[in-house]
């Protein structure tokens, strides 16, 4: 018991700690220029504001003329700006046809533009290598994503993987050149390859999906191996990114299969995301360290809380069936601090990812770390783009390898990301939220979380 409560007084500490070094630094988000940050409080102040912008910023890529851009303004916008002030009020509604309306959809496009350009970082490899170039001469390493997900066609799915394999030969052929990639820290696995890739699975084939589950685990094998071969002679990392509910299983049986099979034995690292949200994600985690136990050679595991909460509940509620998630986000952050530790005490079989921008799991995993003699160059810790930049140096000024994870897409494919970073940013829930915009206690923020006891709202 008292080793636990001077564990807990050391994470509160480290956190403490964490918090001085940002000092009044601010994330992009929550500071880069006036508009950006005024429409990101009215967002919060007022929640129909934020339904309807999010659902402008989804639409915006398919609307074609500056009519259809004033005329959908108008139509989702209006009322609730009003309900902020008049002149917001007036300012979204002017007439389509008008100059001030065609100056407005200038404006709006414009400004979606730079917001998302604030998560985003290029339209592809070549034109955000300026990016992540700034990254490393931050401090810090990166895995890139290309922006796509549940793909319509096999057409799309097809460019999809070239696009894959040409942005490991471009990023293979220039990153390893610069004076930036040298290892940032001596000794840590991941800084022998400074190029990483993540992978959303379901981008790589039309028809995946539960009921087609063979069929899916099979295509997206065969794909993700070519992913991967391409990443062996480019000496790169890849991991798989976790997805909704539904789509899981096919991606966690595909992992298995490509990364278990004698070809991909000795592939260094392969990585995984678990979301911590999820009731079963323990048992997830096992049979993921049964598979690095099998294949002889360590895995990679990102340990994340999960980005389709929302999406979840909703499903789980047209289908009448058991919720799998946890309703409280307390219990999440619990379940985050157990699995850490869990993955901590398994480190000789999988390298730790620790992924969240919340300072009290980030110090929480790093103190467990040290207590157990796991060294900093044993795991790692991984933030996203844009997200908190504040936070991610400050961790890395202390000693800890810190992966940023680094979108690169045009604004079509980009939104679904865009509006949940957005909706990660606002929501009620958000440790970013509370930290950069109510200015919450430290104290709070720095709790113990526990785990409730939880029984589903959505069971039939
Ligand atoms: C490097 C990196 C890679 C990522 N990759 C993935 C990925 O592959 N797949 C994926 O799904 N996500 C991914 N994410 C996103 C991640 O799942 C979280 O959405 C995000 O990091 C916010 O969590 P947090 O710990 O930073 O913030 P916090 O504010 O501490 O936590 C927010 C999280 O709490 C949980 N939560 C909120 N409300 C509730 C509630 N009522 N009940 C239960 N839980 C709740 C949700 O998971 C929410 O995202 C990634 C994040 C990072 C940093």
């Given at each position: 018991m008292s080793q636990e409560i001077s564990l807990n007084t050391r994470i509160i500490e480290l956190g403490r700690s964490i918090f001085d070094g940002i000092g009044s630094e601010r994330p992009s988000a929550l500071s880069r220029n006036f508009w950006i940050s005024k429409i990101m409080q009215w967002s919060m102040a007022n929640a129909d504001f934020?339904?309807?912008?999010?659902?402008?910023?989804?639409v915006l890529p398919t609307l074609k003329s500056n009519r259809a851009i004033v005329s959908h303004l108008n139509e989702y916008l209006r009322t609730p700006a009003r309900g902020i002030n008049q002149g917001l009020g007036w300012a979204v509604s002017p007439s389509s046809s008008s100059l001030r309306g065609a100056v407005t959809a200038l404006a709006v496009k414009r400004g979606i533009h730079e917001f998302a350009s604030l998560f985003i970082a290029g339209e592809n490899p070549s034109s955000a290598l300026g990016a992540l170039r700034r990254v490393r001469a931050d401090g810090l390493c990166f895995t890139i994503d290309l922006l796509g997900e549940f793909c319509l066609s096999e057409g799309e799915a097809e460019e999809y993987l070239a696009r894959y394999i040409e942005a490991i030969e471009v990023l293979c052929h220039r990153v390893p050149a610069w004076k930036e990639s040298q290892p940032i820290l001596a000794g840590h696995p991941g800084e022998q390859h400074p190029v990483c890739l993540s992978v959303k699975l379901t981008a790589l084939y039309s028809q995946c999906g539960p009921l087609n589950f063979e069929r899916s685990v099979a295509v997206l094998s065969e794909r993700l191996s070519e992913i991967a071969r391409a990443a062996r002679r480019g000496n790169a990392l890849i991991y798989v990114d976790a997805e909704d509910a539904a789509n899981n299983p096919i991606i966690f049986e595909t992992f298995m299969r490509v990364f278990g099979s004698p070809e991909f034995r000795d592939f260094p690292y392969p990585g995984i995301v678990v979301q911590a949200y999820f009731k079963n994600a323990e048992a997830s985690i096992r049979s993921l360290l049964k598979l690095a136990d099998t294949r002889g050679a360590p895995i990679a595991l990102r340990l994340v809380k999960g980005a389709y909460w929302d999406y979840e509940q909703v499903v789980s509620q047209q289908n009448g069936t058991t919720f799998p998630l946890f309703t409280k986000k307390e219990s999440s952050d619990a379940s985050f601090e157990h699995l850490s530790r869990l993955l901590i005490d398994?480190?000789?079989?999988?390298?730790?990812?620790?992924?969240?921008?919340?300072?009290?799991?980030?110090?929480?995993?790093?103190?467990?770390?040290?207590?157990?003699?796991?060294?900093p160059a044993e795991f790692e810790l991984q933030m996203l783009y844009g997200m908190?930049?504040?936070?991610?140096?400050?961790?890395?000024?202390?000693?800890?390898?810190?992966?940023?994870?680094?979108?690169?897409?045009?604004?079509?494919?980009?939104?679904?990301?865009?509006?949940?970073?957005l909706l990660e940013n606002t929501s009620n829930e958000s440790f970013l939220r509370h930290t950069f915009f109510d200015a919450k206690a430290i104290s709070e923020l720095l709790k113990e979380p526990q785990l409730h006891e939880e029984t589903s709202p959505y069971v039939p």
């Open positions: 934020k339904t309807n912008l999010f659902r402008l910023v989804d398994q480190h000789e079989l999988c390298l730790p990812a620790i992924a969240s921008h919340n300072i009290r799991s980030l110090s929480h995993a790093c103190i467990y770390a040290e207590s157990k003699g796991v060294t908190a930049e504040p936070i991610a140096r400050t961790f890395a000024r202390r000693g800890y390898l810190v992966r940023l994870y680094v979108p690169l897409g045009d604004m079509f494919v980009g939104m679904g990301y865009f509006v949940r970073r």
